[in-house]
């Protein structure tokens, strides 16, 4: 506790972070530029749709926090894995962009497969993106991203149990417009946008954004000294507004986004003899080296991290004399690919890498009415979504690789241990020019998922008089899948045909070994596998839920609220995909939360302070077992309960210099939770689920305005996270663990810096950054999907000090 402390205060010290600039609405008419307050004993008003509805900041009775395009711009973020540190209890991983992880007040889906559903849901301009590898996305003319914590189930539906994360576009409007970026930095850094906004007739507008984002990455393989870990991204962005008489606005959109860059690297850390000799296996943990201080070597065939994403959405609002009817309709599609080194090494005969593919379309549409009386707000809708996907997780490696993991496990009853590297002696030995090694190998499980969910919701605030307000808010939810698994025997074309050559010369009757002594699957071999390779097999299943909202404010002046909440989270019950018949039930969150708004005008200050509980219950967890001799996916349930406290706080202190500060505490523990291990039941009731007590950030800018000159903003912008809380389980599986030579999950700081220059018209900008200017790197993960057959574990580290220069036009 106290070395937490003293990292926060520390980091405190080092960097103050803030900044807040007037939000603008975002509705169905024209977007308009923030304009600077003009009355200098004001604080600025921040305009959010928490609600659904337009609402002051300070009034909205949620936990939330805004960002809004000057924090993106302060510290060159790209897509919403740059900005997770600002917000306290919000933890994106996004090392993979097409596997990334987000947790949200210690509530996270760890599994990347098409058969579970996110706990945190991503909604763009109000609609779901669905599954994960199309959620993290380049950040393409945003205006501001509201994070909502606790269940959002009655506001924005399915899968929202931890919260939801709303990312609201900048809309046309009716002026001529254009505006260029350009960053260069180190590692390669080479980044261009540019936005043209054109009126096309008296109430029309198209708004045309595009991006490019290049950089040479800032591993080396330490043989080749080939690149690693770069960015290539390339996406677009069309918005078309167009009023259709006086009362209905239309906005179609379209988004596109190409990436194709190498998948992700790992270092290995277990120490290596010179060939022919092997690592011991399992790998022992007591020599694992730093993976921050040695080279890194990768030799994965076609490395590679590629999606590409396209997504239309049509948003018609029509105004009635009662309030507003809206349609949103949209449609999303991707393809992904993602291969990566797993061994850490370029050892052939210790060579393993995994890949996962995916297909992914889905539809939505909702038809929304809002309105508005003296004494109520309401609002209330219908939706349907639809998705279709397909998934195939690969295991490649080789047979020399293979031949390692069958020695280690003592598979084979020869002379040497190996299989395939004893045989071929034999077979060289008598002379036969034919070999079992350097074969590739490759095991597959394919999925398919089909998904349609239908939702009716309404949420009503009914003004009791003008300090007491009562919400009330339900949704009705209905998830139905189809799901499929296919898993077949190994793929070794070339080891297949050596071994049909062998059999029709009759070697393994001679040898007295059975030809399918050399067929056999290594990843994928629990039970339900192997008695149904090269089976189809099929469930379906569905699940109802009613998400209640009820919610209590009290103005106790015009500048203080206070409110107390009840709200319940849904999220969809699903399959596990990588173990056939497993299936899981939907879960539940309840949450219960005070909190208090106030602002002090005169002082140019606002605070909102929260506190809450929350039941998580029968919470499917799909993890990595990697306890056994050959890991494999397995589903726990149990229960968690946490604690916990958001603050935040915003203070312009003088026209030029601004603060402000976040932070979250929580205590979250497991309930009636155990995990089953070769031991025996591991009983982790009682104990921490891992989520750090405390993360922070804090920060100030000032704005030296420099008359004919311009104006010169310097920003400083420091973020904090806590320790991981072990357990029993995450303390022998390596998430948060301590190593004689490193530590996983330990404290982490980040310190962003960014002085920029605006002229007087505000047509050029210039400005020099840094991000993570301390250099502070930590060891964020460990792979061990190979430390009990092949004695190998990888090490991811975060990425290190970047900075750069970056100039912009804007007309």
């Known amino acids: 506790m106290k070395l937490m402390q003293r990292d926060l205060v520390i980091g405190m010290r080092r960097a103050l972070f803030g900044g807040w600039v007037v939000l603008a609405a975002s509705g169905t008419a ?77 509530i996270s889906t760890d599994d990347f497969g098409i058969g579970t559903d996110p706990a945190v849901g991503v909604f763009i301009d109000g609609v779901y993106t669905g599954r994960s590898g199309g959620i993290l996305l380049p950040l393409t003319d945003v205006e501001r991203i509201e994070v909502l914590k606790g269940p959002q189930g009655t506001l924005f539906g399915r899968n929202t149990a931890a919260g939801a994360v709303s990312v609201i576009t900048k809309r046309p409007s009716d002026e001529t417009e254009a505006a260029a970026k350009l960053r260069l930095g180190n590692h390669g850094k080479q980044y261009l946008e540019a936005m043209a906004n054109i009126p096309v007739g008296e109430r029309s507008a198209l708004r045309l954004n595009g991006l490019i984002n290049h950089s040479d990455g800032w591993v080396q393989d330490g043989a080749t000294g080939e690149d690693l870990a770069g960015d290539n991204v390339w996406a677009t962005r069309a918005a078309w507004q167009l009023g259709l008489g006086d009362n209905t606005t239309a906005l179609l959109s379209w988004d596109h986004e190409n990436l194709d860059q190498r998948g992700r690297p790992t270092t290995g850390i277990v120490p290596l003899p010179p060939p022919p000799g092997r690592p011991t296996a399992p790998a022992n943990p007591l020599e694992y080296r730093d993976p921050r201080d040695i080279s890194t070597f990768n030799d994965t065939t076609a490395s590679a991290e590629w999606r590409t994403f396209d997504g239309v959405t049509l948003i018609v609002d029509h105004a009635f004399e009662w309030g507003h009817l809206t349609s949103t309709t949209a449609w999303r599609q991707f393809d992904s690919l993602n291969r990566v080194e797993e061994d850490g090494t370029n050892r052939p005969d210790l060579y393993l890498d995994s890949t996962n593919s995916e297909t992914n379309e889905n539809k939505y549409q909702e038809f929304k009415f809002s309105g508005a009386t003296d004494k109520l707000d309401w609002v209330a809708g219908v939706s349907y979504y639809e998705e279709e996907a397909r998934q195939t997780s690969e295991i490649d490696t080789n047979t020399t690789a293979v031949d390692t993991a069958v020695a280690n496990l003592g598979l084979a009853p020869t002379p040497d241990g190996t299989l395939f590297g004893f045989f071929s002696q034999v077979l060289a030995a008598n002379g036969i020019p034919l070999s079992l090694l350097d074969h590739g190998w490759n095991e597959s499980f394919n999925n398919t998922l089909k998904t349609k969910a239908y939702a009716g919701f309404g949420d009503v605030i009914w003004h009791v008089n003008d300090k007491l307000n009562l919400t009330f808010g339900l949704r009705y939810t209905r998830d139905e899948k189809d799901f499929t698994w296919f898993n077949d025997i190994r793929n070794a074309p070339t080891l297949d045909a050596t071994l049909d050559a062998l059999d029709a010369a009759g070697f393994f009757a001679l040898a007295g070994v059975p030809k399918e002594t050399f067929i056999f699957d290594l990843a ?31 103005h106790f002046t015009e500048d203080m609220m206070g409110y107390a909440s009840l709200a319940k989270g849904y999220k969809a019950g699903g399959f596990n995909a990588l173990q056939i018949g497993s299936e899981f039930d939907n879960e539940d969150v309840w949450n219960a939360e005070v909190g208090i708004k106030q602002s002090f005008p005169d002082a140019r200050l606002a605070y909102n302070l929260s506190v809450y509980y929350y039941r998580y219950d029968n919470r499917q967890s799909i993890r990595l077992d990697n306890t056994s001799s050959i890991p494999r996916f397995v589903v726990d349930t149990g229960d968690v309960e946490a604690y916990g406290v958001d603050f935040d706080m915003r203070w312009q202190v003088t026209d ?138 990888g090490g991811v580290v975060s990425e290190p000090r970047t900075y750069g220069l970056e100039v912009g036009l804007k007309f």
């Open 524 to 554: 994928f071999i629990d039970p339900p596998a192997m008695m149904n390779k090269g089976v189809t097999n099929r469930a379906s299943q569905s699940w109802s839920d009613w998400s209640p909202r009820l919610v209590v404010d009290y």
């Open 30 to 106: 024209w977007a308009q530029e923030s304009e600077a307050p003009t009355d200098a004993t004001t604080l600025d008003k921040i305009t959010v749709t928490a609600q659904g509805r337009e609402q002051e900041l300070q009034d909205v009775p949620i936990a939330l926090q805004v960002l809004n395009d000057q924090l993106i711009d302060d510290v060159a973020a790209e897509d919403m894995g740059d900005l997770d540190s600002f917000v306290p209890g919000l933890r994106i991983n996004s090392v993979q962009p097409t596997q990334p992880e987000i947790s949200l007040r210690g």
């Open 656 to 793: 030029a210099f601004g603060l402000d500060f976040n932070a979250a505490y929580i205590d979250s523990k497991y309930r009636d939770y155990g995990i089953e291990t070769p031991a025996g039941m591991l009983d982790l009731n009682g104990q921490p689920t891992g989520e750090p007590n405390w993360s922070a950030a804090v920060g100030g800018h000032y704005v030296w305005q420099l008359g004919n000159a311009g104006d010169l903003r310097l920003a400083l912008r420091h973020a904090f996270r806590g320790a991981c809380r072990s357990n029993d389980y995450s303390r022998s599986s390596g998430d948060c663990a301590d190593y004689p030579a490193f530590t996983t999950g330990e404290s982490q700081n980040r310190t962003d810096v960014r002085l920029g220059w605006t002229s007087a018209q505000g047509h050029w900008t210039w400005a020099v950054y840094g991000n993570n200017v301390f250099d502070n790197r930590y060891v964020t993960q460990l792979n061990v999907y190979g430390r009990e057959a092949f004695g190998t574990v």
